[in-house]
């Protein structure tokens, strides 16, 4: 079955314990991407990746990383995790095109005390 | 002013209505268009693309307005199943694939 897999699905953790969101993907797509949702807000972009070991900053990268070492895996890392970063998390892939088809994780949602 | 504007809802309908959202977006230079669907604590999933000349899917409708910049989304004969968070998204640059999220409508058909 085609998805993608994003964990852990819900977490509690404490400022500045560092964090790592896993996402993979089977579909063999070449971007990836991370988005944050909150209320009011809608989805805004973290951090994309156009291939292996390509990344670019979205509209809200600061506070995270991530890394593209296989195409299949994009973890999203908080070094030191702060309040402002409680959100649902999601993890998305397509292939290249202008579909517009985004396919995305079930979602990960972080709570940080 | 938010680059993709939805009217938040709820929108409260009972079942068989005809029920339709606005989006307006700010980027003249915006090149392609779609709705999401979202429900509840779940992930969005596209419903469909938005076509110039406008475009059907049984009992959806999606039509663009590039001169006043906005992009419309029709139900007709709403099913309970309807009931969920519709998302107008924004394709700004292709290269990047910088989909720009709306909020989203909330819709919620009642019996």
């Known amino acids: 079955e085609a998805q993608v897999t994003q964990n852990p699905r819900y977490l509690i953790t404490v400022t500045g314990k560092k964090l790592t969101v896993t996402c993979s993907q089977n579909m063999n797509h070449e971007y990836m991407s991370w988005y944050r949702q909150d209320p009011g807000l809608g989805l805004r972009q973290i951090y994309y990746s156009m291939n292996v070991e390509v990344t670019d900053k979205g509209d809200v990268p600061e506070g995270y990383k991530v890394s593209r070492k296989e195409k299949r895996n994009f973890p999203l890392i908080l070094e030191s995790p702060s309040p402002n970063q409680t959100s649902l998390y999601f993890c998305?892939?397509?292939?290249?095109?202008?579909?517009?088809?985004?396919?995305f994780g079930e979602g990960s949602r972080l709570t940080v005390l | 002013r938010k680059e993709v504007e939805q009217d938040p809802g709820p929108f409260n309908v009972p079942e068989g209505a005809t029920v339709a959202f606005n989006c307006t977006y700010s980027n003249s230079a915006s090149q392609s268009f779609f709705w999401y669907r979202q429900d509840c604590r779940k992930e969005p999933k596209l419903l469909m693309s938005v076509y110039s000349s406008g475009n059907e899917d049984g009992r959806f409708t999606a039509q663009l307005n590039r001169a006043s910049q906005y992009i419309s989304l029709l139900i007709r004969d709403s099913k309970l199943s309807d009931s969920a968070t519709y998302l107008c998204?924004?394709?700004?640059?292709?290269?990047?694939?910088?989909?720009?999220f709306g909020s989203g409508t909330r819709l919620q058909v009642q019996p």
């Open positions: 998204v924004v394709l700004l640059h292709t290269g990047r694939r910088a989909l720009t």
């Open positions: 998305a892939s397509s292939q290249f095109g202008d579909t517009g088809e985004l396919f």
